[in-house]
């Protein structure tokens, strides 16, 4: 193990990144598995990607505000597609997702297929650069994170019915992908609440954000100090704390 890896001007921004994500998906999370729609994170980020690559492939600078706007306005119409297939065909919602996802995905390949760098930009899209993230992006997280959270607690969140959450959800998703990429979107979003389902209301928000900031400390800590990419090992300690964390509720519910 390498213990001078443990760089935490590096490591820190990293961290701050990880738990402004955990602030929003962790209650959009405990939304989605009670809606039973597994899946929509996946979904609605890989169309946010989808339009970062558009903005990309038609020669807008990287980073920039015209990439954002694509980004989101990308994530706005999934979301407003979405809402209007629950409506109407709300059955099937959970394959239209999946359908959703693959053709996004496959939309990227193709915007991608003639650029010599794309297979770096999709494992980027899909892993992220979470090591790498700037005061910039953390200060448009925080600020966005904030907003959201104080939306979702007003009341004209809710009369917006279907549409505000997708929408909530869809700006949450877009501000997070690009630092974090799709595997820790969806993690963020489904493994806390997932784990917690045993507990409700504040306990089981607080029980959540304490697993998922210990998953991305220790998993940003283990890929530092084994030379190993940050986004696949934060998976993988989110779900490890989330299984011995879940085991301990059901024991003491037991």
Same mark, same amino acid.
């Given at each position: 193990?390498?213990w001078?890896?443990l760089?935490w001007s590096?490591?820190g921004p990293? #961290?701050?990144a ?7 998906? @962790?209650p959009?999370g +405990?939304?989605?598995?009670?809606? /039973? +729609?597994?899946f929509i994170?996946?979904?609605i980020?890989?169309?946010?990607? #989808?339009?970062? +690559?558009a903005a990309h492939?038609?020669g807008?600078s990287? /980073?920039g505000v015209?990439?954002?706007?694509a ?10 597609? #979405?809402?209007?297939?629950e409506r ?9 997702i999946?359908?959703?996802f +693959? ?5 990227g390949?193709?915007? !991608?297929?003639?650029?010599?760098h794309g297979?770096e930009?999709l494992?980027?899209? !899909?892993v992220g650069q979470? $090591?790498w993230?700037?005061?910039a992006?953390l200060g448009?997280?925080? $600020?966005?994170?904030v907003?959201?959270l104080l939306a979702m ?5 809710a ?5 505000g959450f ?11 992908v690009?630092?974090v /990429?799709v595997y $820790?979107?969806f993690s963020? #979003?489904?493994i806390?609440a997932?784990a917690t389902?045993?507990?409700a209301g504040?306990a089981?928000?607080l029980?959540?954000?304490w697993?998922?900031?210990?998953g ?5 800590a283990?890929?530092?100090? $084994?030379d190993?990419?940050s986004g696949?090992?934060i @998976?993988?300690t ?5 299984l @011995? ?7 003491r519910?037991?």
């Amino acid at each position: 193990m390498n213990w001078e890896a443990l760089d935490w001007s590096i490591l820190g921004p990293a #961290l701050a990144a990880g738990l402004l994500v955990l602030a929003t998906h @962790v209650p959009l999370g +405990i939304q989605v598995l009670k809606r /039973g +729609i597994v899946f929509i994170d996946l979904a609605i980020a890989q169309i946010a990607g #989808l339009g970062v +690559i558009a903005a990309h492939a038609a020669g807008l600078s990287p /980073g920039g505000v015209a990439v954002q706007l694509a980004a989101v306005s990308a994530a706005l119409l999934g979301a407003l597609l #979405l809402t209007w297939t629950e409506r109407h065909v709300g059955e099937q919602q959970e394959a239209l997702i999946g359908v959703l996802f +693959i053709l996004a995905a496959c939309a990227g390949v193709l915007l !991608l297929a003639g650029n010599p760098h794309g297979g770096e930009h999709l494992r980027e899209l !899909l892993v992220g650069q979470i $090591l790498w993230v700037t005061p910039a992006q953390l200060g448009w997280l925080a $600020l966005i994170s904030v907003l959201l959270l104080l939306a979702m607690r007003m009341p004209a969140m809710a009369r917006l019915g279907r549409f505000g959450f997708y929408g909530a959800f869809a700006i949450a998703v877009t501000a997070s992908v690009q630092l974090v /990429g799709v595997y $820790l979107v969806f993690s963020s #979003l489904i493994i806390p609440a997932l784990a917690t389902r045993a507990l409700a209301g504040r306990a089981r928000l607080l029980a959540g954000y304490w697993l998922g900031a210990i998953g991305y400390l220790t998993g940003l800590a283990l890929s530092a100090l $084994l030379d190993l990419p940050s986004g696949a090992v934060i @998976v993988w300690t989110l779900a490890f704390v989330a299984l @011995v964390t879940s085991m301990l509720l059901h024991r003491r519910a037991a």
